[in-house]
């Protein structure tokens, strides 16, 4: 069974949510979506655990029989102080928490075993989260972040070239920078935020046509949104209806 755990207030601009899938009798298999997250992810039977980076377009996941995971999504943004490798390395892909965090810390994460309910386990991760945040501070890239969340805040219909003069920066650094510390480019970033903002209006706003939403989402025309759509998520439109 898959659930879905809000994060406390103190973490709620770091993590998007914590999940934990457990207690499955059979094989599920999952389309996930990219989403500008990035997952840290638990495997509490095999006692180990990997990164899952921020993806461009849909992944199939087939979860074991049995499986008990826990994980924590990131906004993808926020997980960049805490990598020893450019995030840009870890997107689509799978990769072990040895290369992401120094060594001592992946024994905290074998702590999680011994906690009994979900509860326990998610106070535990969120203070190893806010200790590791407040460890990093001066590691974070405010520049990239400001630009993140201004990605963010326009619903990724944004010009890089007009970001880049906003921000006194040249496109050539903002974009090395963006790439190495978010793990997408900044059209990556921007197209994956429009393409989720323009998924929940099609969802919420089922009185509005989807020629309507994909002007005020900032596509040309149906046609483009489609073609976006489908490159994304695998699917048409009109599936999120």
């Avoid at 949510?17 to 997250?37: A, G, H, I, Y």
């Avoid at 087939?62 to 990598?83: M, P, Q």
């Avoid at 040249?170 to 935020?193: C, H, M, N, P």
Wanted: hydrophobic fraction near 35%; aromatic fraction near 12%.
């Amino acid at each position: 069974m898959y659930q879905e755990i809000k994060p406390s207030e103190r973490l709620n601009n770091v993590i998007d949510s914590f999940w934990t899938f457990s207690n499955n009798n059979t094989s599920e298999n999952f389309k996930v979506l990219p989403d500008t997250c990035t997952d840290l992810i638990v495997d509490l039977n095999l006692n180990n655990g990997f990164l899952s980076g921020v993806m461009t377009n849909y992944q199939l996941i087939e979860l074991r029989t049995k499986s008990n995971l826990i994980g924590v999504r990131f906004k993808t943004e926020k997980f960049g102080s805490f990598s020893k490798i450019p995030l840009s390395e870890t997107k689509n892909l799978r990769v072990e928490l040895s290369q992401i965090f120094p060594s001592n810390n992946l024994n905290v994460f074998h702590q999680l075993i011994d906690l009994e309910t979900i509860t326990d386990k998610i106070i535990f991760l969120e203070n190893f989260i806010t200790t590791s945040f407040n460890e990093n501070y001066q590691r974070q890239d405010l520049l990239i972040l400001a630009v993140a969340q201004n990605i963010r805040s326009l619903k990724g219909i944004v010009n890089v070239k007009d970001l880049a003069k906003s921000n006194h920066i040249s496109l050539r650094q903002l974009e090395r920078r963006f790439k190495s510390y978010v793990g997408l480019t900044v059209k990556e970033f921007s197209r994956i935020v429009r393409f989720k903002n323009a998924k929940e209006a099609i969802t919420n706003f089922k009185d509005r046509s989807l020629l309507e939403i994909a002007f005020n989402r900032g596509f040309f025309d149906h046609s483009h949104m489609n073609y976006e759509f489908n490159r994304i998520s695998g699917e048409n439109p009109s599936y999120f209806r």
